[in-house]
């Protein structure tokens, strides 16, 4: 059975950023999902700095032998330096809602100040105005109630650590080294890392495919768990 490791979104689990698509993929995959520091439930220490190498470190370490691989935002770097760090490990990979490089360091660094300020809870109105498209948290309240609550949920520290990272990324000019299939999501609301962002990681790696999903902005996996499963189940049977 092919091993299937999930990375999930800043503020969100793995469990509220991927649980949709795991219900739906039913027991096709033996599936490994990580947790980011200070989120959901990791209660290691904090280290700070935190580089997005550090991350990817962890999951080859968690992870045995080779992998597939799918992850939203943050999770979709990790996915992107997974790649760059193991070719040999990852079989191919799912990016949804990512970017080689995501906002400014100056972006970052002003997110991070509001949470050491006010805390993660003064995240929470704002972020449902990125994370979703119109529309979408009025047709499944609980799917995005669950997601905003983990936002509110994660530690301080956690949560700004993941910000210093996400500031000092950039794989805009290795993406050419990736050779392993990769399938480049992109949510058509999503704000936050647009279809272009997207467009550039599968034009510039190998072997991508870029998909737009209508109806859906920076949470993929939670929008819309249907058609991202169905592209992890094909990719998976691509590379079988």
């Known amino acids: 059975m092919t091993t299937l490791v ?45 580089d997005i190498a550090d991350l990817a470190d962890r999951v080859l370490t968690a992870v045995d032998g080779p992998f597939l691989y799918a992850g939203d935002s943050v999770g979709g770097q990790v996915g992107l330096e997974l790649l760059l760090r193991a070719p040999d490990r990852v079989l191919g990979a799912v990016l949804c809602c ?29 972020t449902a105005g990125r994370w979703f498209a119109p529309g979408f948290l009025e047709r499944h309240p609980d799917v995005g109630s669950a997601l905003l609550h983990a936002l509110r949920d994660t530690s301080t520290e956690g949560y700004v650590a993941v910000c210093g990272a996400l500031a000092r990324y950039d794989a805009r ?14 949510g058509a609301h999503d704000a936050v890392c647009p279809p272009g962002a997207l467009r550039r990681i599968a034009e510039g790696v190998q072997d991508g495919r870029l998909i737009v999903l209508d109806d859906v902005a920076h949470q993929a996996p939670a929008e819309a768990p249907d058609e991202v499963a169905r592209i992890v189940r094909e990719l998976a049977k691509g590379i079988s």
């Open 6 to 50: 999930l990375g999930p979104s800043l503020g969100t689990t793995a469990a509220t950023c991927w649980g949709p698509v795991v219900d739906r993929l039913g027991g096709e995959f033996d599936v490994v999902a990580w947790e980011l520091p200070g989120h959901g439930g990791d209660r290691n220490p904090v280290s700070d700095p935190l």
């Open 98 to 126: 990512t970017g080689a490089r995501i906002g400014t360091p100056r972006s970052w660094a002003e997110r991070a100040e509001q949470v050491r300020a006010s805390g993660t809870a003064s995240l929470v109105v704002p």
């Open 173 to 186: 000019e290795r993406l050419g080294e990736i050779t392993a299939p990769v399938v480049a999501v992109a």
